[in-house]
């Protein structure tokens, strides 16, 4: 009787109800368990720093709005977690749990998509629900470390944007099959998909991209009669033009005014490899030992499939083991030919779309091709509703286990220490408050590990320790989360302007920095001071300076692991007054002001102005969630710097109707032209209808010679 009643759960048009109930289950036991082990390392550490700061400071409209807490200020990351139902529902919650909510909501969407996927190609219910259970539980940490390394350990927001792009092909499969009205529904449906993607990440569905292009070709390939391919040729192209028209000049002015486009050969390059198809195969990592196997066995089951089926799921696993064959080519002849690349490994974010497919066929190899037949249906449900309950065998506590410490020193939530609580207090940011500085930590500069050329990694790999010691890196999210801005920047996407910076005047002439983060090696005061720095973190005393504070992370060696901070009295928090500015043609030539303490000038500037500025009385910044007021008073006409990163994205509005123009100075800061009183709102606003103006600062990059600037 209990047989008869399964039978006929797993039968109906339900049949899905009941293994996702008991996945949803297992996932909140396996993640609550192991919660601190969600998010994985560096990339984990970020994202629920990122949430926990956009929540606080991001504005609520959509697009991407000014990050004070890194850099000079300067765009957020774009990756728009407000947007994202994973991290919506997770910052409601308590901030220990927040991982949890986050994996839970993720680990969902791409079961759900996943089973659809399947279904949209043919596949039987038994290859659907293996599919998602097998791409689910391989990459995400129902097992710690994760069984395929840590890309969607560490990155599982990831999941969400594998299932937009997973949805929006299924959607373009079913056009063309029923009637023209279910047509345009699945077209709005695709639009809304890949409109949510492209703003909420776009980075991502640029990646994504090249998968739906592949796909989208082998369903129009596995139409069944010419009406259905026109009608899936016709949709193709009105969804093409149409996110063209919305996010392509967008992408373009995102894209282009990167530190990549304008200073390739600063960055370090590593030496480019056929491993770099799919994270599946990358080396290196704790885990990883069942992605060659995940990886193996679904290039096996697509050509079982192209084999043994028909129809849907026969073309598109041929489409599946071409574009493998297409990327391994590519990789091959660029490993041959002894390539080395500073950017992203392309391959392995855009074949990670590709993990529905990976895991549908190899679903098929294990169980699709025999299990989805009458005979074993009837106990073969219940194995694999069943069968992912013995990972729970596997649960521990995997910060008790002390070699995983060492692995992943960054807890969630960061630590409160002395040091924290101390730069809180003193340049800490606030609703409405009055900007107060900004700190650089330049420990781990010259740290021990002399195998590691790079001062990035070096510096990396000590606040880690730090991390280890003490629960707080002291030098990235350790001071985002608690409100406490810094120089360090983590983005690809900030200002290339900002670059020279860092590797002209605050690091060696030999030292290689990277894509994401900056790197800040030298200790310069008066630099530091015109970029409103109040603190630096060391490792080693200074000459001739006494520390404010210094913390011993470790009492038991505390030559080694003592931060030892500094303050810059002098730091221009509020901006400084120029009155005999240079006026100069070129970044290069702002770039050997700024290195020259003995200049007769004291600032440069790229526009005329009047010749007898003089200096104003008070000058403040003011730091709002959605923008910036900078007050000002002076008895004439007044040129006021401003330790704020310029760009053309700032919407300026100057209260009370005076005059006043906002204008580029020095290398890449801002600063008021005014007469009098000045009260201005600087809004930075970066969105599929306001991109026009990074196009304004690339053309400012082209026209100021940026990728020209040497080194003083």
């Known amino acids: 009787m209990k047989s008869t009643i399964f039978s006929t759960i797993v039968r109906s048009r339900y049949w899905w109800a009941l293994p996702a109930i008991s996945f949803a289950a297992l996932s909140a036991v396996n993640f609550s368990y192991m919660r601190d082990a969600l998010f994985y390392r560096s990339d984990g550490t970020y994202l629920l720093a990122l949430v926990t700061s956009q929540k606080k400071w991001m504005s609520p409209e959509i697009g991407f709005s000014l990050n004070f807490l890194q850099g000079l200020g300067d765009i957020w990351v774009p990756t728009a977690t407000q947007l994202m139902p ?3 529902l997770a910052s409601l919650a308590d901030i220990e749990w927040m991982p949890v909510i986050a994996s839970l909501v993720f680990a969902l969407e791409f079961f759900f998509s996943t089973i659809v996927l399947a279904r949209c190609l043919g596949a039987g219910r038994l290859t659907s629900l293996a599919a998602a259970l097998i791409g689910a539980l391989l990459t995400l940490p129902y097992f710690v470390p ?6 969607i350990w560490g990155n599982p927001e990831f999941m969400e944007a594998i299932a937009a792009s997973t949805l929006a092909l299924c959607a373009f499969i079913a056009i063309g099959r029923t009637r023209t009205r279910t047509d345009a529904i699945l077209v709005l449906t695709i639009l809304v998909l890949l409109g949510h993607f492209a703003i909420a990440q776009p980075v991502l569905a640029a990646f994504a991209s090249v998968m739906l292009l592949v796909f989208g070709l082998a369903a129009v390939a596995a139409a069944k009669d010419n009406s259905e391919r026109l009608r899936k040729s016709a949709a193709a192209a009105f969804v093409s033009l149409t996110l063209a028209a919305a996010f392509l000049a967008y992408g373009y002015a995102l894209f282009y005014y990167a530190r990549t486009t304008f200073f390739w050969d600063d960055l370090v390059e590593q030496p480019v490899n056929w491993t770099h198809q799919s994270f599946l195969i990358l080396t290196g990592g704790p885990g990883a030992g069942a992605g060659p196997y995940l990886w193996g066995t679904s290039l096996a089951g697509a050509v079982l499939v192209g084999w043994r089926e028909r129809g849907r799921l026969r073309i598109f696993a041929i489409a599946f083991l071409l574009f493998i064959v297409l990327q391994l080519s590519i990789l091959l002849y660029a490993q041959i030919g002894g ?29 699709g091709w025999w299990i989805d037949s009458p005979r074993p249906f009837r106990w073969a449900m219940p194995g694999l509703v069943l069968l992912p309950w013995a990972s729970v065998f596997a649960l521990h506590h995997p910060y008790s286990d002390s070699q995983f410490r060492q692995e ?8 409160s220490t002395s040091l924290v609580e101390l730069l809180k207090s003193e340049i800490g940011l606030e609703e409405g408050a009055v900007f107060r500085g900004r700190v650089v930590n330049l420990s781990g500069t010259d740290f021990e590990h002399h195998d590691v050329p790079l001062p990035f990694s070096r510096q990396y790999i000590y606040s880690e ?39 002209r005047l605050l690091s060696a002439r030999t030292e290689k920095h990277v894509r994401v983060v900056t ?15 109040r603190f630096v973190i060391t490792d080693h005393p200074v000459p001739n300076l006494a520390p404010k504070s210094r913390f011993v992370a470790d009492p038991e060696d505390p030559e080694k692991w003592t931060l030892f901070l500094y303050e810059i009295r002098d730091a221009k928090t509020g901006g400084y007054w120029s009155t005999s500015p240079a006026l100069v043609q070129t970044t ?11 200049s007769s000038n004291d600032a440069t500037i790229y526009e005329h102005v009047p010749p007898s500025l003089v200096a104003g009385s008070s000058s403040e910044i003011r730091v709002f969630r959605d923008r910036l007021v900078v007050e000002a008073k002076s008895e004439g006409t007044s040129l006021l710097i401003l330790p704020v990163e310029f760009s053309h994205c700032f919407d300026v509005d100057i209260v009370g109707g005076k005059q006043a123009r906002f204008q580029r100075a ?13 009260k201005a709102e600087l809004r930075y606003r970066f969105s599929p209808w306001h991109f026009r103006c990074r196009l304004d600062d690339i053309a400012d990059a082209q026209r100021l010679q940026l990728s020209n600037v040497g080194w003083p």
């Open 86 to 88: 994973g991290f919506i």
């Open 146 to 151: 994760a069984l395929t390394g840590q890309r």
């Open 339 to 367: 390539v080395k690349w500073s950017g992203p490994t392309i391959g392995t974010y855009v074949d990670m779309f590709c993990l529905p497919f990976y895991a549908i066929f190899s679903a098929y190899l294990f169980v």
């Open 408 to 415: 992943n020193p960054l807890r969630w939530p960061p630590r």
């Open 465 to 503: 320790d730090i991390s280890f010691r003490t629960g707080n890196d002291h030098r990235y999210w350790g001071m985002w989360y608690f409100d406490i801005p810094t120089l360090i920047e983590i983005n690809p996407f900030s200002s290339p302007f900002f670059h020279v910076i860092n590797s």
């Open 519 to 533: 790197t800040v090696t030298r200790f310069e005061p008066r630099l530091f001071a015109m970029l409103g720095v």
């Open 588 to 598: 290069d030539a702002a770039t050997r002001w700024m290195a020259d303490p003995g």
């Open 666 to 678: 020095n290398v890449n800061q801002g600063a008021f032209l005014f007469t009098g009183q000045l």
